[in-house]
Each structure stands twice: as C-alpha cells, then as structure tokens.
C-alpha cells in the first residue's frame, strides 16, 4: 500500500512538472538551470532565461539545427559588471545608442517608445515613414550608408551599443566584427510563421526597456491574427495563388516555411509552390513559375509602379499568364507602400489584405498593402 501510494505521488509530481512545462502560454516560471526562461509560444528560434542579476539571450542558426549562432548576455547598465558572467556578447540594457541595419524595425522601435534611441539607420533611401524621413533630413538621425556597407567610421563616432543586423548563412559582417560595437542578429526573418516572427518584438523589447509594451502589443497582434485566420479556416474555395516576378533571370518564390508562404495559407489560399518547404525564397526559372502557375487564380506582386503595360514591355512571356489576361494581379506598389517597414511585425495587416483578395465574399473593405494593378 505505501509503494502504491508512492506511485501515485510520483506520478502527480510528474504531471505537475509536465504541467509546469507546458503553461507558456499562462507565462508560468519554470525553474531551468537556476534560471527562470521566457516562454515563446511561436518563435523558435530564440530562447531567452533570466538569472539573478542578468538575462542569457541564445539565438539558434537557422541553418543548423544544433547550432548556436549568437549568445548575448543582457545587464542592467545601472549595475556593475558581476565577477563572473556566462559567455557571451554584453549588451547593456536598455539601448541607448542604436543603429537599425533594416528599415524592418523603424516602426516596431517607435512603436516600442524607443525611437529616441536610434542614432543612425542604414538604406534610407527605402524609407517610407515620414516621422524617419524627417529625422533623417534634420540629423537627428544619421544614415550611415548600405546594410552590405556600413560607414564603421560614423557608427564609432555614433558611440552606438548595438547594431541590429540581418544574419545570412556563413555571411561575414567585414570591417564591423573589428570594432567593439556588439553586432545584435536579428535572425527573426528566417522563423517559419508570421507570428513567429512577430514575437520577437518581445526580445526586442528587452533590449529597449520596454518589455511590458512589447508582450502587450504582440498578444493584441496574436489576437486579431488568429480571429481573422480562424474567419477563413471553413472557406468553401482555396485560390490557387503565386509571387512576384522575375529579378536577373530567376524567379524567386517564397518557401512554403517562410512567413508569406504561410500567410497564405492562413488566408484561405493554396499557395502553389508549398512543395519547397524552405524558409527563405527559392529560385526558379521562368518556366519553372509558368508551367505551375500559368492557370492560377490570384498572382501578388511586390515591386515599384507596375501596370499589365509594363509587365508585358518588361517580358511579353508575362501575358503568358491566365492571372495577367484576367487582369487578376494584385500590386503591392513598394515605391509607395511601407510594406517592409509595417508589416514583419504586423502580420495581421498582411492577413486582412490576403483575405480581402482571396475571400472578398468574407470580408470586404479597402485593402492596405496589395491593390488592383492599373
């Protein structure tokens, strides 16, 4: 009886345990090496645990599994620097000096309040924020060249604490890694959902003091995400739909893990090349696209001012198209549009827009991003 009793204690501390692990979402404290972490219901390639007097944030290589690509250990910088710390990049906290690599994050930041806080930005010229532009045209904020090419100069006298940059399998961030300047790769692109990717506002908001405002602005971006999926979820028709246009004679598509491919999807479409489970875009030949795509129902693209003129002078292969005959294509006009700058961690914006298209029949209205090419 008291070895059956045992048992059974066991076995309720083991679901408690089980249970402890699985309540992310009620943002539960579990216990992890002497630290607590915090619990990411999307995003995986993160993972972020708290100790007493610091936070260990890992960042996972995208392209290897067992790999870690970057380690950082976040202090306040109102406290001295323990004995003894973890391995890793120091990043103190918050930022006050940043550099934004990616016009991506311009909005998140200012929609984090800690817009203050950036100094320079590189590839300004694909600014469409007036508030950017602005503080760009009176210095306030410095443009310190390309992504691929960043003035080092200009960030050394920026006296920046980070610079948030785009990491790219065995990339090499050049004359950057020779300076002090700790390097912050924003691996959230490669994540394989657009909530995934969202939810690394929240890493963010470490990193910019604003923690409470980044977790309540994602659970308000995961809400109205999921009730507008879930709108389509029983959709009678799937449109068969396909991406973009031809660059240097290659045709790139989203990979059926990338956050657009999955966007579709959600939508209600059946995106056609949801057999290339990539995460990034795969290249393809215009053959490739045409003979899959030729008969598709909605073609979106995402270019600067097209029109079916246009596309037809640029290659006349393009009329090719049921999509292009039908006059079935929607523009997203990025020379007009701050497609880059809002939608990455506004994905439910993106969803409304693919939805509108794909099901005007649940719901109507104007769309933000994508309208009807002239």
């Known amino acids: 009886m008291v070895?059956?009793?045992?048992?059974?204690?066991?076995?309720?501390?083991?679901?408690?345990?089980?249970?402890?692990?699985?309540?992310?979402?009620?943002?539960?404290a579990v216990e992890c090496k002497g630290g607590i972490p915090m619990c990411f219901d999307y995003a995986r390639l993160i993972e972020v645990v708290r100790y007493d007097g610091y936070t260990v944030a890992e960042i996972r290589n995208p392209w290897d599994s067992a790999g870690i690509l970057h380690r950082y250990v976040l202090l306040d910088r109102e406290k001295a620097v323990p004995d003894s710390l973890p391995e890793g990049t120091l990043l103190r906290i918050?930022?006050?000096?940043?550099?934004?690599?990616?016009?991506?994050?311009?909005?998140?930041?200012?929609?984090?309040?800690?817009?203050?806080?950036?100094?320079?930005?590189?590839?300004?010229?694909?600014?469409?924020?007036?508030?950017w532009r602005q503080a760009i045209e009176r210095h306030e904020v410095q443009d310190v060249g390309s992504s691929m090419n960043v003035d080092v100069e200009k960030l050394i006298a920026l006296r920046c604490d980070?610079?948030?940059?785009?990491?790219?399998?065995?990339?090499?961030?050049?004359?950057?890694?020779?300076?002090?300047?700790?390097?912050?790769?924003?691996?959230?692109?490669?994540?394989?959902?657009?909530?995934?990717?969202?939810?690394?506002?929240?890493?963010?908001?470490?990193?910019?003091?604003?923690?409470?405002?980044?977790?309540?602005?994602?659970?308000?971006?995961?809400?109205?995400?999921?009730?507008l999926k879930a709108r389509v979820a029983d959709a009678k028709s799937r449109p068969t739909v396909f991406m973009d246009i031809m660059s240097s004679n290659t045709?790139?598509?989203?990979?059926?893990?990338?956050?657009?491919?999955?966007?579709?999807?959600?939508?209600?479409?059946?995106?056609?090349?949801?057999?290339?489970?990539?995460?990034?875009?795969?290249?393809?030949?215009?053959?490739?696209?045409?003979?899959?795509?030729?008969?598709?129902?909605?073609?979106?693209?995402?270019?600067?001012?097209?029109?079916?003129?246009?596309?037809?002078?640029?290659?006349?292969r393009y009329t090719f198209f049921e999509t292009w005959k039908n006059r079935h294509i929607w523009l997203c006009d990025l020379s007009r549009v701050p497609f880059f700058e809002e939608t990455p961690f506004q994905p439910q914006r993106?969803?409304?827009?693919?939805?509108?298209?794909m099901h005007p029949e649940i719901i109507e209205g104007e769309t933000m991003y994508f309208t009807a090419m002239p």
């Open 251 to 316: 045709w790139y598509q989203p990979g059926a893990n990338s956050t657009i491919g999955q966007l579709v999807a959600d939508a209600g479409g059946r995106y056609l090349f949801s057999d290339y489970s990539r995460q990034g875009s795969v290249p393809l030949s215009f053959e490739t696209v045409l003979r899959r795509a030729q008969n598709a129902d909605i073609w979106l693209i995402r270019a600067n001012s097209l029109t079916y003129s246009s596309m037809a002078e640029n290659d006349e």
């Open 162 to 227: 980070g610079i948030l940059m785009s990491p790219f399998n065995k990339g090499s961030y050049g004359a950057l890694e020779k300076t002090d300047i700790p390097i912050i790769e924003c691996a959230d692109y490669m994540e394989t959902s657009p909530l995934a990717r969202a939810e690394w506002m929240r890493f963010y908001g470490l990193l910019t003091g604003g923690e409470q405002q980044a977790d309540s602005l994602f659970r308000q971006v995961e809400e109205e995400y999921l009730s």
């Open 350 to 357: 993106l969803l409304a827009d693919f939805i509108k298209i």
């Open 94 to 131: 918050p930022l006050q000096n940043v550099v934004i690599s990616s016009v991506v994050y311009c909005t998140l930041w200012k929609d984090l309040h800690a817009e203050n806080t950036v100094k320079g930005i590189c590839d300004t010229r694909y600014l469409m924020s007036p508030y």
């Open 3 to 28: 070895v059956y009793m045992w048992r059974i204690d066991r076995l309720y501390m083991v679901l408690a345990l089980m249970f402890l692990f699985a309540s992310c979402r009620q943002e539960k």
